[in-house]
């Protein structure tokens, strides 16, 4: 590895990263309307930017996506491969 970079850190240090995959590990079914997602960044005290700093990498990684439920509203999911990588972080978490 070298210099080189891990692209899993590079993610997981972002700030946004593991706000987002957490919150929508906490839901049900892992996913929640959109305007929800961002009332419940508030309650955590944090902020929209910091999710939309990460969306970007968390869509093209595909640990995050988009669909509109019955009533079209927009609602944000965690993906079973963004599940997984929340597990793993919560089992290394475990071991520290």
């Known amino acids: 590895m070298g210099n080189q970079t891990l692209k899993f850190f590079n993610l997981f240090r ?3 990263f593991s706000e987002t995959i957490s ?20 309650k955590e005290k ?9 969306k970007k990498d968390l869509l093209a990684h595909k640990l995050i996506a988009y669909k509109l439920n019955d009533d079209n509203e927009k609602v944000i999911f965690l993906t079973e491969k963004g599940a997984s990588i929340w597990d793993k972080v919560q089992e290394i978490e475990k071991l520290i």
């Open 46 to 54: 944090s902020y929209a930017n910091s999710y939309f700093r990460v």
């Open 14 to 16: 972002k700030r946004g």
């Open 23 to 42: 919150i929508l590990h906490s839901f049900p079914e892992k996913e929640i309307v959109q305007s929800k997602f961002f009332e419940q960044l508030q």
